[in-house]
């Protein structure tokens, strides 16, 4: 197989179009694995989930016996541009390396499972679509633009020596016509999300608290942006049908985010009782990102991390985690997010979400079902007909959640009905 399909619009040489998974187990609606099941393919997508499910004409048989089957993941607080290099190595990245760092991570992401992409800042509607023609392989993605927050806040990467202006981190580098990121004052906003919007994003991102690798003067708890300039993004971006997501750790800055009325709080550490029962009442989701703060943990014990940012994750570490719970009482909705600085461990974050209080069977539809649903989108996350065949096959049963803390948990993937990452079943 010579050439990568992704968008099940270019063919490959000997690859079927139609097969049938015989005797699989398949994640259904509430979570749960049950007896073995055959699943019909054509076309990409799913035709009939069920015991003795029949063929299309022509399909090929595919003897799934032992496996397991559940839908593609989806991550929804994804970063494709962080992979590789020094801080100094990143800041001379132009905007073509970018693009490259950003195809690979999307290539890196579909081995893990990871059909689905939230990107909250990096990957523009172009390399969406990039992706989604086939042009190189990687997910689905749903972009936002790049992170709006206000000046000397956390996505406001000045760089004081030499007075350049930079997006945090170097997170998306300047490139002809880059929509603004950093806005101060209503009106500014209106026309900073208007700009994202003729991009063809689809969501916005807003940053209302500080972060925790971010400037001297930023923390996870100091409020930016004001509840006014977020309420004129949530309708402007309404306008247009597109949903705002608010990365807010808590305090004031996740109050105001929730009552300007954003879809999504991202990370949330700090969330309490009473800002859950009204995210709970407002239907504002949350995605709670705990990977991230383990692997910078591991990252700091290693002495990769500044003092300061050591002192940071130090002091948020004991809370990661109880915002799932806090926000599971309060009947909030939960997608799984990563926010990682280096794909990998993504996966990792399905485990994390149960130690937090989810049941192993809610940990799979965060990264499944309810993912898609916080997405918009009503084709994928399941394992059922009429739906995109996105899916993942695993050698051993996923209720026990310990497989998705291995790199070689997932032993193959499928995207619209391909195999992207080949079960060895598959191939014999
Ligand atoms: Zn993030």
Redesign the pocket.
């Known amino acids: 197989m010579k050439r990568f399909c992704v968008s099940g619009e270019v063919a490959v040489a000997g690859h079927p179009t139609a097969f049938a998974l015989r005797e699989i187990h398949v994640l259904d609606e509430g979570g749960e694995f049950g007896d073995p099941v055959d699943v019909t393919v054509a076309d990409g997508s799913i035709v009939a989930v069920g015991a003795g499910a029949a063929s299309a004409p022509g399909a090929t048989d595919v003897d799934c016996s032992g496996l397991f089957l559940m839908p593609g993941v989806f991550d929804c ?1 994804c ?1 494709l541009d962080f992979e590789s290099g020094s801080l100094e190595e990143q800041m001379s990245f132009d905007a073509t390396r970018w693009a490259l760092e950003v195809a690979r991570n999307g290539r890196l992401l579909l081995d893990l499972g990871v059909t689905s992409v939230r990107d ?2 990096a990957s523009t509607p172009g390399i969406r679509d990039g992706f989604a023609a086939g042009a190189v392989p990687g997910p689905a993605l749903h972009v936002s633009g790049p992170p709006i927050g206000q000046t000397g806040g956390h996505t406001d990467g000045y760089v004081p020596s030499t007075g350049a202006e930079a997006i945090s981190g170097f997170m998306v580098p300047d490139y002809a016509g880059r929509p603004p990121y950093l806005v101060d004052g209503p009106d500014e906003m209106r026309k900073a999300i208007r700009l994202q919007l003729r991009t063809g994003v689809d969501w916005i991102k807003v940053m209302t608290t500080g972060g925790l690798l971010s400037s001297v003067r930023d923390h996870p708890l100091k409020p930016e942006l004001t509840e006014e300039e977020v309420a004129v993004a949530v309708f402007e971006a309404a306008r247009a049908g597109v949903p705002v997501a608010a ?1 807010a750790y808590g305090g004031e800055g996740l109050d105001l985010a929730v009552r300007a009325g954003v879809r999504s709080v ?2 949330g550490i700090f969330l309490s009782e009473e800002q859950a029962a009204e995210m709970a009442e407002r239907d504002c989701w949350l995605v709670p ?1 705990l990977v991230v703060v383990h692997e910078l943990a591991e990252l700091a014990a290693a002495g990769e991390l500044d003092a300061r940012s050591r002192e940071r994750i130090a002091e948020i570490l004991p809370d990661a985690g109880r915002q799932v719970a806090v926000a599971k009482e309060a009947g909030v909705s939960i997608a799984l997010g990563t ?1 990682l600085l280096r794909q990998g461990p993504n996966l990792r974050e399905i485990p994390l979400l149960a130690a937090a209080g989810l049941t192993p069977a809610e940990a799979l539809l965060a990264a499944t079902a309810r993912g898609a649903a916080l997405c918009g989108v009503d084709d994928r996350g399941r394992i059922a007909p009429g739906q995109a065949f996105d899916a993942i096959v695993l050698d051993e049963d996923p209720s026990d959640l310990e497989v998705f803390n291995r790199p070689d948990g997932v032993t193959g993937v499928f995207q619209n009905g391909n195999a992207v990452k080949p079960h060895a079943r598959w191939t014999a």
Do not use: Y
């Open positions: 607080h970063h909250v800042g990365h991202e990370h990102t926010d």
